[in-house]
């Protein structure tokens, strides 16, 4: 069991659990409403077309990622490739206590104890890991909201993640016609820390970048978002 990701949610429930999928509709109801509040476009979501899904590295595949993203974030090299401890990353748990506004003094700023970020990977990282949706829209700011009404509580953009995505792949030097059913994709995930090329031995990271990256892709061209699932 993991994180699953999905593109197209209501093709796939509208016929095999429509009860399911009327819980979807109260969810992207509500969606509208937070869209509205932030003064943007409304999304439809699809109600027809092909369903597109896949597996991350589990759970803890995204973290490996955000891990990665959090020190080129702050200027930093690749770190060694990932282990168990990816989520509890110092930089990484830097990242998160800037965003919820823990900021370093001036003296933990003087002896470089905490890293400067420019938090150009927040629709990446400031993101539920378990569920939750992202839009094929362009907004700047993840958008926050009630996680009663809202699973995971926050509202991310394709588009930007899609970016985000991108920078990922290039540091990791991830070959542009890698998808998530490529042989050698699963390969590198296997043998983590191994192999001949930079995206090889970041196995985890780079699987789990390359799985992203496909369903951002697959939600512009539908017009469906993405589901945490």
Same mark, same amino acid.
Do not use: C
């Given at each position: 069991m993991g994180?699953?990701?999905?593109?197209?949610?209501?093709?796939?429930?509208?016929?095999?659990?429509?009860?399911? *999928?009327?819980?979807?509709?109260?969810?992207?109801?509500?969606?509208?409403?937070?869209?509205?509040? *932030?003064?943007?476009?409304?999304?439809?979501?699809?109600?027809?077309?092909? *369903?597109?899904?896949?597996q991350m590295y589990g759970y803890s595949g995204l973290h490996y990622l955000r891990r990665i993203a959090a020190h080129l974030d702050a200027g930093f090299p690749l770190p060694s490739p990932g282990d168990r401890k990816s989520s509890a990353d110092p930089v990484l748990k830097a990242y998160f206590a800037e965003v919820s506004g823990q900021k370093p003094g001036w003296m933990q700023r003087l002896i470089r104890k905490q890293p400067r970020f420019a938090r150009s990977f927040d629709h990446l990282i400031v993101h539920s890991? *378990?569920?939750?949706?992202?839009?094929?829209?362009?907004?700047?700011?993840?958008?926050?909201?009630?996680?009663?009404?809202?699973?995971?509580?926050?509202?991310?953009?394709?588009?930007?993640l899609l970016a985000e995505l991108e920078r990922l792949a290039a540091a990791l030097g991830i070959p542009d016609d890698l998808h998530s059913q490529s042989e050698r994709l699963w390969e590198a995930a296997d043998s983590h820390g191994e192999g001949d090329e930079l995206w090889q031995r970041y196995g985890i990271e780079s699987y789990s970048c390359v799985v992203l990256r496909e369903a951002c892709r697959k939600s512009l061209t539908s017009g469906a978002a993405i589901v945490f699932c």
């Open positions: 994180l699953s990701l999905s593109v197209g949610i209501f093709a796939d429930l509208e016929e095999d659990d429509p009860e399911v *999928a009327q819980d979807f509709a109260q969810h992207f109801a509500f969606v509208g409403t937070v869209l509205e509040r *932030a003064g943007l476009p409304k999304h439809v979501e699809p109600s027809t077309g092909d *369903a597109w899904g896949a890991d *378990a569920e939750g949706f992202y839009l094929p829209q362009n907004f700047e700011q993840v958008l926050f909201a009630d996680d009663k009404k809202l699973p995971g509580g926050m509202l991310g953009s394709v588009p930007k």
